[in-house]
C-alpha cells in the first residue's frame, strides 16, 4: 500500500519564476494539507484541501494556491517565486479533515530558488 | 511569534538510558498535542499524541506528559536506542490554529551505543 507520494523530489527554479508539485495521497485519505518546512525550522501550514476545495489556509501570500483533483490527488503551486521560498515542502494526507492523528506525511519536495 | 517552542535543539544520550525531549507552548486554546519523528530525506512520522483531557499517555517506550497549568509537554523514551536517533518535532492543534498542526522547530536526538 503506498504511502504519500510527491514529485519532483528535488527542483532548482530561478527567482521570478513559477513551480507546481504534485502529490498522491495515500489510499483511502481524502484529504490533503500542504506544509512548508524552511531549513532549521519545523513545518509551518500552508493550506488544507477536502472535497476539491481550500478548507482552510495558513498565513501565506495569495503566490501560494493549490488545486485537489477528483482522485483527492493536490497540487501545490507557487507563483513569482522569490529567494524565501527555498524549502522542503510536506504534503500529508489524511482521511478526514480533523484526523490530525491519521496524518501521513510525503518525504517532500526539496526546493531551491536562485 | 513561536506557538510551540522546542528550546533545546539537541540532545545526546546513551543508549538504555532515558532520553526526555520538552516542549512548551503558549496558545491556551490547543487542545490536541502530538509527536513526530523525522528522519532524513523521510517525511516527519507520527509517534504519539495526547488530548487536553489527560496528563499521560503511554505507547510502549514512548510517554508523553501534559502539563496544562505550565503549558508543557515533554516527550520520555526509555530506553532509548540507537534506532531512536532522528528529528523530534512537537506538534498542536486546537482553537486558534484553524485545526491544522502548529510545529515547534525540533529537536535532533543521537543516541549513541
Known amino acids: 500500500d503506498a504511502g504519500v507520494t510527491q514529485s519532483p523530489t528535488h527542483l532548482i527554479k530561478t527567482r521570478g519564476q513559477q513551480v507546481t508539485l504534485r502529490c498522491s495521497p495515500k489510499?483511502?485519505?481524502?484529504?490533503v494539507s500542504w506544509y512548508q518546512q524552511a531549513l532549521g525550522q519545523g513545518p509551518q501550514f500552508i493550506f488544507q484541501?477536502?472535497?476539491?476545495?481550500?478548507?482552510q489556509r495558513g498565513n501565506f501570500p495569495d503566490r501560494f494556491s493549490g488545486h485537489q483533483f477528483p482522485n483527492y490527488s493536490s497540487e501545490l503551486n507557487v507563483n513569482a517565486l522569490l529567494l524565501g521560498d527555498s524549502a522542503l515542502y510536506l504534503c500529508?494526507?489524511?482521511?478526514?479533515?480533523?484526523?490530525?492523528?491519521?496524518?501521513?506525511f510525503g518525504s517532500g519536495t526539496r526546493l531551491t530558488v536562485v | 511569534d513561536q506557538q510551540v517552542k522546542q528550546n533545546s535543539p539537541s540532545l545526546s544520550v546513551q543508549e538504555g538510558r532515558i532520553s526526555i525531549l520538552n516542549c512548551d507552548y503558549t496558545?491556551?486554546?490547543?487542545?490536541?498535542f502530538l509527536w513526530y519523528k523525522k528522519y532524513p530525506a523521510e517525511g516527519p512520522t507520527f509517534l504519539i499524541s495526547?488530548?487536553?483531557?489527560?496528563d499521560k499517555n503511554e505507547d510502549g517506550r514512548f510517554t508523553v506528559f501534559l502539563n496544562k497549568s505550565a503549558k508543557h509537554l515533554s516527550l520520555h523514551i526509555v530506553p532509548s536506542q540507537p534506532g531512536d536517533s532522528a528529528v523530534y518535532f512537537c506538534?498542536?492543534?486546537?482553537?486558534?490554529?484553524?485545526?491544522?498542526?502548529?510545529f515547534g522547530k525540533g529537536t535532533k536526538l543521537s543516541v549513541k551505543p
Open positions: 500529508a494526507s489524511s482521511l478526514a479533515v480533523d484526523n490530525l492523528r491519521g496524518y501521513t
Open positions: 489510499s483511502g485519505h481524502d484529504t
Open positions: 484541501y477536502y472535497e476539491e476545495e481550500e478548507r
Open positions: 496558545n491556551s486554546m490547543f487542545d490536541y
Open positions: 495526547i488530548s487536553s483531557i489527560k
Open positions: 506538534a498542536a492543534s486546537g482553537r486558534g490554529s484553524q485545526g491544522n498542526l502548529i
